[in-house]
């Protein structure tokens, strides 16, 4: 008896014809090209940032700090500044945008813990580090300095304040702020509000960052 039905090879290859003949829309297709240009114009923005940021010598963000460095501090300073630091770090206001800001970090950290950190950044840290840390990473000669050297870098920064309410500290400033208001009253239980202290308040230059 002959069979009428279709074989099954025949009809994938007329479904995969007809797969084929269909063309985008005029929709779909202008919504790829916005994507696609998005896409470029994103990719040119951040590598003109990047760029910025390299080679600009001012920083990114206003910078309200203070430093009053001790004998050590200051002979920390110029370990910093002969171990080229600067190139990639900005600090005293002086250096590059390539990898932290170091301003405040006094106000951010304890003089502990910044010791600890250049004599064992990722253990310090908690995690895996981008540069600091054994070779090949590009900073791996600050662990490997004298103890004495680590140490006088680890005073000349922890020496390095932010005034309260700067970009580079951790307390917001003083006074009234009616985002941070209107967050609190909206957000926050009225028990906080009773047990915690508004840090707004507190006459603190250190506070450390967990």
């Known amino acids: ?4 039905k279709p074989d099954n090879a025949v009809i994938m290859i007329e479904n995969n014809q007809q797969t084929k003949k269909q063309r985008l829309k005029t929709g779909e297709k202008l919504l790829f090209i916005v994507a696609g240009a998005f896409i470029i114009l994103a990719s040119i923005a951040f590598g003109v940032m990047q760029y910025m940021m390299a080679t600009s010598d001012k920083p990114i963000f206003e910078q309200k700090t203070h430093y009053n460095l001790t004998d050590e501090g200051q002979k920390g300073s110029l370990v910093f500044r002969e171990a080229a630091c600067t190139e ?6 002086g250096g590059t945008n390539m990898g932290n800001n170091l301003d405040g ?3 951010r950290r304890t003089l502990e813990w ?4 250049l004599r064992d950044p990722e253990s310090t840290y908690g995690h895996e580090t981008m540069d600091h840390g054994s070779k090949p990473k590009q900073a791996y000669y ?7 050297d680590r140490h006088l ?26 985002f941070i208001d209107m967050m609190v009253k909206t957000w926050a239980p009225d028990a906080w509000k009773e047990k915690y202290k508004d840090i707004r308040d507190k006459d603190t230059d250190t506070v450390e960052v967990k």
Do not use: D, W
């Open 1 to 4: 008896m002959y069979n009428n």
């Open 88 to 93: 990639c770090h900005r600090a005293m206001r």
């Open 153 to 178: 870098i680890a005073v000349y920064l922890s020496e390095l304040i932010s005034e309260q309410g700067s970009a580079s500290s951790p307390v917001p400033p003083k006074g009234e702020s009616p």
């Open 114 to 117: 910044i010791e600890n950190f």
């Open 105 to 107: 970090t006094g106000s």
């Open 142 to 148: 600050v662990a490997e300095m004298s103890e004495q």
